[in-house]
């Protein structure tokens, strides 16, 4: 299988009840930080996770809950034989992720 690419861009400020969407879609570390955070940056932070898993969804062939996995910029995601790289960026009121998805070897 060919690497596929999903990537997606968030307005910040569209992000409507945050704690609730949180609770939803992160993992029990990724709330955790996201707790550490107060005003635009924990906004930021949940929008650019949300990208994120908007870009993976986009490229993984399989059905992927959001909570599922915990994104982590810095290290590779393993998901149901599938290795996932992110990469999250911010610019003023957007987030945006690209996700570069592959098939493990077995």
């Known amino acids: 299988m060919m690497p596929k690419i999903g990537c997606d861009i968030v307005q910040i400020d ?16 990724e709330y955790q930080r996201y707790q550490s955070f107060a005003g635009h940056r924990q906004a930021e932070f949940l929008a650019g996770r949300f990208a ?22 810095q290290k590779e995601i393993h998901y149901e034989g599938y290795k996932i790289q992110i990469s ?19």
């Open 14 to 29: 569209r992000l409507q009840e945050k704690d609730s969407l949180a609770k939803r879609i992160l993992s029990k570390n």
């Open 88 to 106: 999250i960026s911010h610019d003023g009121n957007y987030a945006m992720a690209v996700a570069l998805i592959q098939k493990e070897a077995a």
């Open 52 to 73: 994120a898993r908007e870009a993976i969804v986009k490229a993984l062939p399989i059905p992927l809950h959001y909570s599922q996995i915990e994104i982590d910029p």
